[in-house]
């Protein structure tokens, strides 16, 4: 880390409004250059103005005019200004209206007492002036804290992350101080600086020192005395729970409690942010352990189901088969043997999309090679039609190669799942269309049935695992629809459900596939 002292470069236009953290007020605030200049501007304006009316007015009134340019100096520069405009009053009154003229005596007694008096009330006058000043110099000052810290904690409610607390915090820091401020955190070797505003500040080895005090008490840390050897920053703790979450360094006056004052209301605001932000996650990470626990239980649930269902078929027709045997009739025995065939089938076909699931969610690699869409509708209808021989299954595909880059196994797979979809809610023999077509860039397939449909307000969520719709027709595990959404994805596609498709019945779904690297 480059060391050395705090490059005290000019803020950017963000930055460049009035610091709220370093203005002090009344007696103070210590007199300005342009305060004094002012007083003596005006004064000087004032003793310009007393010759050109010396004859118009009596002697004694011009000394109003002299309070005149008290009055204005204190109102316009504070205390301080008013005060000397006081001494410069009394001084060019006394000098060049109270005779002797051009020397600093009064030759009557009354002289000297109206000169008194005259620097009393001069003097009450810029002290009164000046209070109001600094009142209204407060009332700026508080107005201007509020606007900051309103700011800022509009900014801290709508972060959602530790980083964009600590860029906040700082960035209204160096906003309110119009100083430089420093981050700086300890990465478990040393403290190093991590950020800073303006960019490009570096700090001495003495101020990494106080920041690895601050970092292990957990306590600020103020900057040393203007002409004592040691750190320009004051350091303050950003805390998240009983740990140090960062560490900022402020230049400022030792001193100067004002600043301390803003500078930890807004690390307390940082705080509840970040403990804000923590429970936010810690919500959120609950609910997707509660998600997950529910697909968990829901998964076990269907497969039992689904899985129990066939085996139990398959159990009874081969026990009635080994115990019977013979004995039954051969159409007895032939019935036996299609539940048996069926069964199988079915629970092949679970399986299958067990494993889809499987190979989808655990991020394994999609083998994309050119093939024809043609050839996948034609292997996925003949599978269809041999799993359902009731159902009239059609396809309609051109003559032309339909090419494009992709999985055949799965895409195979997923348009079989929509057939199978469709041949659920449809009655024995309904017609089920498959079609497959091209589009500028895409290959596009879609399957038509004329059952039930699917409600409005179930079309969004039947792509989603275990999400079943309220129909007629034997139910599922769940998987089917959303092992052909997780497909379409993998491929960069996109899948659609419309329903109704003609006289308030039917369902039509949709996958649209890029065609890649296939022209």
């Known amino acids: 880390m480059h060391t050395g002292r705090p490059h005290l470069s000019v803020m950017d236009a963000a930055q460049s409004h009035r610091s709220i953290l370093v203005r002090q007020q009344g007696w103070r605030a210590p007199p300005t250059g342009a305060g004094i200049l ?7 304006a ?9 004859h118009v007015l009596p002697r004694a009134s011009l000394s109003l005019v002299f309070l005149v340019a008290v009055l204005l100096s204190a109102i316009t520069s504070g205390f301080w200004a008013g005060l000397i ?18 020397t600093f005596s009064a030759a009557r007694p009354e002289d000297a007492v109206a000169l008194a008096i005259f620097l009393i009330v001069a003097a009450i006058t810029g002290l009164l002036a000046g209070g109001v000043r600094g009142e209204a110099d407060a009332e700026h000052e508080r107005a201007d804290a509020l606007e900051v810290l309103s700011a800022y904690s509009a900014e801290l409610s709508a972060a959602n992350s530790d980083a964009a607390i600590e860029a906040a915090l700082l960035r209204h820091l160096a906003n309110a101080s119009n100083r430089p401020v420093v981050e700086l955190k300890d990465d478990g070797l040393a403290i190093k600086l991590v950020d800073s505003s303006p960019p490009g500040l570096t700090i001495d080895p003495a101020d990494l020192l106080a920041a690895d005090w601050v970092s292990r008490r957990a306590q600020a840390w103020p900057a040393t005395a203007s002409g004592w050897s040691g750190g320009s920053f004051s350091f303050h703790p950003l805390k998240r729970g009983s740990s140090v979450a960062a560490i900022y360094g402020v230049v400022d006056h030792p001193e100067d409690s004002q600043c301390a004052q803003i500078v930890e209301t807004m690390l307390r605001q940082g705080e509840i942010a970040l403990e804000r932000v923590a429970f936010a996650r810690e919500a959120e990470d609950a609910r997707a352990l509660a998600e997950q626990e529910r697909i968990r239980s829901a998964l076990i649930s269907s497969i039992s189901h689904d899985l129990r269902t066939p085996l139990s078929t ?18 007895a025995r032939a019935d036996l043997l299609l539940a048996i065939e069926e069964e199988t089938g079915r629970l092949a076909r679970f399986v299958t999309n067990l494993l889809a699931m499987t190979r989808l969610e655990a991020g394994l690699a ?3 090679e050119c093939i024809d869409a043609g050839d996948v509708a034609g ?9 359902f021989p009731a159902s009239k299954i059609t396809l309609e595909a051109g003559p032309d190669p339909l090419l494009l880059f992709a999985d055949a196994d799965l895409l195979e797979q997923a348009l079989f799942n929509l057939i199978d979809n469709a041949a659920k809610f449809s009655v024995p023999e309904a017609p089920i269309r498959v079609a497959a077509s091209r589009g500028p860039e895409t290959i596009e397939f879609a399957v038509t049935d004329e059952g039930p449909g699917v ?10 695992k275990f999400y079943r719709v309220d129909r007629s027709g034997p ?15 993998a491929l960069g596609g996109e899948i659609h459900a419309e329903s109704p498709v003609a006289n308030g019945r039917g369902a039509r779904m949709r996958m649209i596939l890029p065609r890649g690297e296939a022209r």
């Open 38 to 44: 002012g007083a003596l501007f005006l004064v000087g």
């Open 85 to 102: 405009a006081a001494l410069l009053a009394f001084f060019g009154y006394d000098f060049f209206f109270v005779e002797p003229l051009h």
């Open 455 to 464: 409600p409005a307000q179930d079309l969004d969520h039947i792509f989603e």
């Open 379 to 387: 292997a996925a209808v003949k599978r269809a039609r041999q799993s």
């Open 46 to 54: 004032t003793v310009v103005a007393g010759h050109a009316l010396e």
């Open 366 to 368: 999609i083998k994309r």
């Open 475 to 489: 139910g599922g595990a769940g998987l089917g629809l959303a092992i052909c959404r997780g497909v379409v994805t």
């Open 314 to 331: 398959i159990l009874g027709s081969v026990t009635s088969l080994r115990e019977l045997g013979e004995a039954m009739p051969a159409e």
